[in-house]
Structures are given as structure tokens and as C-alpha cells.
């Protein structure tokens, strides 16, 4: 895989070894040269990048910024991938590309083909992504799946930018949850044999619980009814639980989601793991025990946070630990016990109060807690002729992520839910997403890769070959430059999705260069039948096949598929 530098990064470097050549000459006085911040150009007519770090670096020198500029611009070393670099007031260094390296660079994208705008910016750190990982007590709904969307596109996006990256889905599959979910199951179960059962309070009420009983029913018999009935429930849970997960599997599976590991939650207490942890706090002295409960204790946190329950509260033993005890043991087994450099956790904003424990629970155990982060996502309200849809057409119930696959397919889902920042609430446009025209930005970047495929087609059926040499000299229109330009930013905005974590950048750039392939398109013809510009179709040629290889890359970084036709 051929790891790209981002352009920004080269031209950063190169003003750095300007203004130390500067000084090594007698041109600037002797300072400590900070980093190089490089910016791109906001207008044409300030070149493809700047930089303002001679404005900073104005105090310490004593001397004009612009003077400095201009002293940095004239001790440059040769570069060939800058045409003209310029000091202007008030003292930015402007960068324009040269226009050849520019069109050279259509070879080297079509090189790396799928590796293009791969980083090495992660090299060496192992990262876990947890997501999803919602209670396997139901069908995943909607806020379930912007969780799938973001944690998976995330993980995309870090493992481009050279992270060794492990997708991890967190089964909740002990404590009174569960227990609560075999119960009604077990009632429902019960039903479809014509006997009764105490269905619980506050339990899972819906038609997928009748569904399940009626389903062990058939399987079982009357096989749990003559069983004691607490081990009966647990079995039936167990029973219960697998039904869930195979769905939770399959409709992930279908959104294009996959997980490297499922961790059990109540592996940590069959194996032992939390009654290590509890005792390293304990010796640690942030175990505190009062009305006959466990409680953490840290100077982090306002109140104490209750790890065990009372057994006066909560009478089976196995129900005892809370949420939070498991989430001790867990970020134990993430940063020692498999040893993440880095531990990702995607949250719903709900869950924003227990970041503070967990986060408090890492420094009781000697842990450094910035290798725990926390992304926390806002609702997805979703919108049917300009109304909130809040039942399932199919059900009459809650809207489950597989009614917004069967409507709209995983694509527009994708895309939709990358489309705003984490800490944004998105508003899903159901009428929008399966809009065939330039409104829906889904169909739009989808439809500029099937048209760039439908013209190669087109090039092969009159007779040219896709694999010739090409003169890319000959690529020096406006709208070639802008394309190939916006190609080259793909390894810029892994990076910013890299090290901000959000694949929000994502759609932003694929909209883009949708947009800025359409205008070239709009420009330039591709395939000419005059004999005369045979070099020239050549090489729009292949400029239209590096941006088809970009768009695809681009797609598929956000789980997408990049049609061949529509």
C-alpha cells in the first residue's frame, strides 16, 4: 500500500527549511522555529495554500512580517511541485502548484488505486472502536444505526490514516435487563401454549416478544414450562438473546457493517475480571461500603457511584453489579488487558453522565483516562412529507433500522447519518433520500461515479484503450486543474477526520468532487472524434479514471457502493 504525505505537510516543511536557511544565512535572527501552519487558499488569487507563520513569528524576530516573508520566499529550496510562491502583505507566503506536477499526480492516483490517501499517521497505535453495542433485548432502531454509521466510517477513516484498528460490538447480556427480556419472553411464551405467566413490570412490551414466544414455542414445546421457573427464564434469556443478536447480525450485515470481536459482558464476571478490578480498587482505597451496597469513591466525582447493589434491593446476586461495574471491568480489558493504545467509545448524548465515572474509574486503576474517548451522538428525527414519522409503517410500533433499510437501502442511510457533525441532531428526509435528482447529495456523488464509468464504457465501445500511455502535459484547462486539485485533497481530509475523529468530512468532500467532476464535465469533452486531439482524449482519459478511483475510495470510506450504472 503506497502511504501518501499530505500536501499541506510538504509545503509546511518546505517554508520550515526556508526559514531556517534564513537564519542560517544571517537573514533572521536565531529563534526556536515553531511549527508551520499551512492553510489552503481560500481564492485563486491566493494561491493553493498559505501560510501566516511570519505574522507570528513578527514579535520574536523584532522585525516586519512581511520583511520576514520576503526573506524566507528568497532562501526556499527548489520544489517541484511549486510554480510560484510569493511574500504578500501583511506578511502571508502564498503557494500555487506547479500546473505539471499537478498533472502528473493523475498517474500516481491511479497507482494507489484504493490505497490513495493512505497516512501513516497512526503507525505503530492500536485502536478499538466500540459501537453499536446496543442491548440485545430488541431490533436496533434508528439512533442505533447513526451509532453503526459513525463508529464504523471512524474506523474506515483511522485505519487509512494508518491505525491498526478492531471493530468491537459490547453484548449487554448480563445484569436485570436481561433477565426482565426472559421473563416477557417467557410470558409471550407461555401465551402461544395456552398456559399464563407473570409478564413483568415495565417489561418488553411488542409484537417481536409475542413473535419470539411463539417461535420458542414451536422449536421447544412445552419443554420450559416444566422446569423450575427462575431457571427456566434463565434459559429462555439465553434462548432470547441469540434470536436478537442474529438479527442485530443480519441487519448490521445488510447496512455493511461488520465487527472483528463481540465481547460478552457477562464474561467478565464468569471469568473472574471484574473481582480482580474490584479488588485493585478496594486496595487502592476507593471502595467505600454503606447500606449494604459497593460504592467507588473518587475526588473526581460528586457523589459516590454504586458498583454492587444491595442484595435488600436487588435479591439476585448476578443482577447486583451495575452498569458502571461492568464498564470498569471493561476499560481494564481494553487498555491492559488486550493493551489499546487508544479505547473509542460511541455513546448516545444520554449517556453523558456516565463519562465522568468512567473516566474517574481509569485514574483509580493508575490508568491515564485521555486513552478513553468518548463520542456522544444527538437523535435522528426522521421526516415523511414534511411530517415526523414516529411509528413504523410496517409494525405500528417503534422505527427500527431495518423499517430505513426496507425503505430507503443502506447507501442513503450511510450517507444521511455521516452528514452532521456527532453532537449535531440530524433530520433524515425519507421523500429526499430516494429522490433521484441533484437535491439528494446521496444520488448525487453516486451518479457522477456511474456517469464516469458510463464514459469509459463509451471510450472502450469507439476503440480506445484505458491502460495506454497518456500525455498528461496536455491536462492544463481550468476545470482538468480544479479536478486533479481536489482529488489531492482526499489524504487531507482523512487526516482532519483522523485527528478531529469525525467522518463528518466525508459526504463534504464527496459532494465536492461530484461537483467539481459535473463542472469538468461541463468544460471539457472527454472523448473527441477528431483525429486531431487523440493525445488529448488520452489523457482525459485517464484524469476521468483517477476520479473515478477517488470517488470510489471516497464511497467506500463511508461503507458506501460506488455504482457502475443507474
Known amino acids: 500500500m503506497s502511504v501518501a504525505t499530505t500536501l499541506r505537510t510538504r509545503i509546511a516543511d518546505w517554508i520550515r527549511e526556508g526559514l531556517i536557511a534564513a537564519q542560517e544565512a544571517g537573514d533572521l535572527p536565531a529563534f526556536e522555529v515553531p511549527p508551520v501552519v499551512v492553510e489552503r487558499g481560500r481564492r485563486e488569487e491566493h494561491g493553493d495554500y498559505a501560510s501566516s507563520v511570519c505574522l507570528k513569528l513578527a514579535r520574536e524576530a523584532r522585525m516586519n512580517p512581511l520583511e520576514i516573508a520576503r526573506r524566507v520566499v528568497a532562501r526556499l529550496p527548489e520544489a517541484d511541485f511549486v510554480g510560484r510562491v510569493e511574500p504578500v502583505k501583511p506578511g502571508y507566503i502564498n503557494v500555487w502548484l506547479d500546473a505539471g506536477w499537478l498533472a502528473a499526480q493523475v498517474e500516481s492516483i491511479l497507482e494507489a488505486g484504493e490505497s490513495f490517501g493512505a497516512l501513516d499517521l497512526g503507525r505503530g497505535r492500536r485502536v478499538q472502536v466500540e459501537f453499536v453495542s446496543a442491548n440485545p433485548t430488541g431490533p436496533l432502531t434508528v439512533g442505533s444505526a447513526r451509532n453503526a454509521v459513525l463508529g464504523d466510517a471512524l474506523a474506515s477513516v483511522l485505519a487509512a490514516a494508518g491505525y491498526e484498528v478492531e471493530r468491537e460490538y459490547y453484548v449487554n447480556d448480563a445484569g436485570s435487563q436481561v433477565r426482565k427480556f426472559g421473563e416477557s419472553v417467557f410470558a409471550r411464551y407461555a401465551e402461544a401454549l395456552g398456559e399464563s405467566a407473570p409478564f413483568p413490570e415495565d417489561g418488553y412490551l411488542g409484537q417481536y416478544v409475542t413473535d419470539l414466544g411463539r417461535q420458542l414455542a414451536e422449536e421447544a414445546g412445552r419443554r420450559y414450562l416444566e422446569m423450575e421457573y427462575k431457571e427456566a427464564v434463565r434459559a429462555v434469556a439465553r434462548w432470547a438473546v441469540d434470536r436478537v443478536l442474529e438479527w442485530i447480525r443480519k441487519d448490521l450485515a445488510d447496512l455493511g457493517v461488520h465487527f472483528d470481536t463481540w465481547r460478552h459482558e457477562r464474561s467478565f464476571y464468569e471469568e473472574g475480571l471484574f473481582d480482580r478490578v474490584l479488588g485493585m480498587l478496594r486496595e487502592r482505597g476507593y471502595i467505600v461500603e454503606y447500606d449494604d451496597a459497593v460504592w467507588f469513591r473518587h475526588p473526581d466525582l460528586e457523589k459516590d457511584a454504586v458498583l454492587i447493589r444491595s442484595p435488600k434491593v436487588i435479591p439476585e446476586p448476578s443482577e447486583r453489579p451495575t452498569y458502571l ?242
Not at 341 to 364: E, L, N
Request: proline share 5%; hydrophobic share 45%; with cysteine.
Open 325 to 566: 461495574a461492568s464498564d470498569v471491568a471493561y476499560l481494564w480489558d481494553k487498555l491492559v488487558e488486550r493493551g489499546f493504545d487508544r479505547a473509542i467509545y460511541i455513546w448516545g448524548a444520554d449517556h453523558h453522565g456516565d463519562v465522568p465515572r468512567v473516566r474517574a474509574a481509569a485514574k483509580a486503576l493508575g490508568l491515564d483516562p485521555d486513552r478513553l474517548v468518548f463520542i456522544l451522538y444527538q437523535l435522528v428525527t426522521l421526516w415523511r412529507g414534511g411530517e415526523e414519522v414516529r411509528m413504523s409503517k410496517r409494525t405500528g410500533e417503534f422505527v427500527t433500522l431495518r423499517d430505513l433499510l426496507d425503505e430507503v437501502g443502506p447507501d442513503p442511510i450511510r450517507f444521511m447519518l455521516l452528514s452532521r457533525t456527532a453532537d449535531a441532531p440530524v433530520d433524515f428526509d425519507l421523500d429526499l433520500a430516494v429522490e433521484q435528482s441533484e437535491r439528494n447529495p446521496v444520488y448525487y456523488v453516486q451518479y457522477a461515479h456511474a456517469r464516469i464509468a458510463s464514459i469509459l464504457r463509451h471510450a472502450q465501445e469507439r476503440g480506445w484503450s484505458l491502460d495506454g500511455p497518456a500525455d498528461l502535459s496536455l491536462l492544463h484547462h481550468p476545470s482538468e486543474m480544479a479536478l486533479i486539485r481536489k482529488m489531492l485533497e482526499l489524504p487531507e481530509v482523512i487526516e482532519q477526520g483522523a485527528r478531529k475523529l469525525t467522518p463528518h468530512f466525508l459526504p463534504f468532500y464527496a459532494q465536492e468532487l461530484a461537483a467539481t467532476f459535473h463542472a469538468f464535465y461541463r468544460d471539457c469533452r472527454v472523448v473527441s472524434s477528431d483525429p486531431a486531439d487523440a493525445d488529448l482524449t488520452r489523457a482525459r482519459l485517464r484524469l476521468v479514471q483517477a476520479a473515478k478511483s477517488v470517488l470510489a475510495r471516497v464511497l467506500h470510506l463511508m461503507g458506501m457502493s460506488a455504482p457502475e450504472r443507474m
